[in-house]
């Protein structure tokens, strides 16, 4: 099985907006913010995506999804590491994400637990944190280190 992963296409939009329905995530805004999506591609199909939003320094990962008969085959992991390393890149110091199902998954990249009330205000303005996500939902933050020049 080859697996390619690379950024989001306009014609990915059907899959990934259908991969997102299938895992009960939002799909509200994931057109608007398509240049900031990776997705993976297994034989022809989509296998999963992610997406990082990007808001004065700071990130929000959001619809991480891996279609179910992908599930635990590192497809996941694959993107998460790549969108994190790329966060750096947007001159971003923090990645947020919102979460009901997996929180232990994400400690695994570094991801560790954070007060509502913490939050900065460029992630608490997002739709996926003020509508999408209920509060119910965990929030998380990790550190992005960014290189020095010269190094």
Do not use: K
Request: glycine fraction near 10%; include cysteine; charged fraction near 30%.
């Amino acid at each position: 099985m080859s697996l390619e992963i690379r950024p989001a296409r306009s014609a990915d939009l059907p899959a990934m907006e259908a991969l997102l329905q299938a895992s009960h995530l939002p799909v509200d805004g994931v057109g608007e913010e398509l240049p900031h999506f990776l997705t993976a591609w297994q034989d022809g199909r989509l296998a999963g995506m992610v997406g990082l939003e990007v808001h004065d320094g700071f990130g929000l990962l959001r619809s991480a999804a891996v279609d179910i008969g992908s599930r635990g085959t590192g497809i996941g992991r694959a993107l998460v590491e790549r969108v994190l390393a790329e966060a750096a890149s947007y001159r971003v110091r923090e990645v947020y994400l919102l979460t009901n199902t997996a929180e232990r998954w994400f400690t695994r990249f570094g991801f560790r637990h954070v007060d509502r009330g913490d939050v900065p205000e460029p992630i608490r303005s997002t739709a996926e944190y003020r509508e999408l996500c209920p509060a119910s939902a965990a929030v998380m933050v990790r550190e992005i280190e960014r290189r020095r020049e010269g190094r």
